[in-house]
């Protein structure tokens, strides 16, 4: 069983700081994508990322996948009251599309 | 709006129970995924269809099943409800059946009494 770790699990701030989400496995993946999730609604795609060692950036948003394509990071700058909600990892194997999701990161920033 | 639809938004019912949930596609996708969130056990893959065919099987049980009719529309039915099937059950659409991303639907929810 593929397992994705997410941490932290929960993680409150203020609005204007810095933070970031990891997720990690055992296992390789041959993508990684991250999703938000907002209360009563299904998760949205953020990014896909596919090569080791790639970043992309999405406003203030910075996705990494590891070199070995085992562990990803999200870095949110200067975190707004929008970007609240839950933060998904979910990672795809070669073999067949479907997905496994990680554990969850809920973000919550505060005024 | 992710383009896929889900109905209904809402569904109470009774143990023993059996119940369809709908989703169609997002126009032009050829696969429909099924997940179920819950607090404890997270996003939990279902079942994926590809053009009417299944293609991939998670932690489905035994008294789920689903289909994937010919305007790719797809069902989910489960049958013999107990309390702790009570959770969030999206469906997901893509082009392909491989390396591609995924859109989900805005859910249903599912409440067993």
């Known amino acids: 069983t593929q397992l994705l770790e997410q941490s932290p699990q929960f993680l409150s701030i203020q609005e204007g700081e810095n933070l970031t989400v990891y997720c990690n496995s055992s296992s390789v993946f041959s993508s990684l994508q991250w999703y938000r999730q907002e209360p009563g609604e299904g998760p949205v795609l953020l990014v896909t990322v596919v090569t080791g060692g790639e970043v992309k950036k999405l406003k203030r948003l910075t996705f990494q996948f590891g070199d070995a394509r085992k562990d990803s990071s999200l870095h949110i700058t200067a975190a707004q009251p929008g970007d609240t909600g839950l933060y998904l990892c979910a990672g795809e194997t070669g073999t067949a599309s479907k997905l496994t999701f990680g554990t969850g990161t809920r973000l919550q920033v505060t005024l | 709006d992710s383009g896929v639809t889900q109905t209904p938004k809402h569904l109470i019912t009774a143990t023993g129970q059996r119940v369809t949930l709908r989703c169609s596609p997002r126009?032009?996708?050829?696969?429909v995924y099924w997940y179920q969130q819950s607090l404890d056990q997270g996003l939990q893959f279902l079942i994926q269809y590809y053009n009417g065919e299944e293609r991939a099987k998670g932690n489905i049980l035994e008294r789920f099943s689903a289909q994937q009719f010919p305007d790719l529309h797809s069902e989910l039915n489960l049958s013999s409800l107990e309390l702790g099937d009570s959770a969030l059950y999206f469906c997901?659409?893509?082009?392909?059946?491989?390396?591609?991303?995924?859109?989900f639907g805005p859910g249903t929810r599912l409440t067993v009494l």
């Open positions: 126009s032009g996708d050829l696969s």
């Open positions: 997901a659409s893509s082009v392909w059946d491989s390396y591609t991303e995924q859109f």
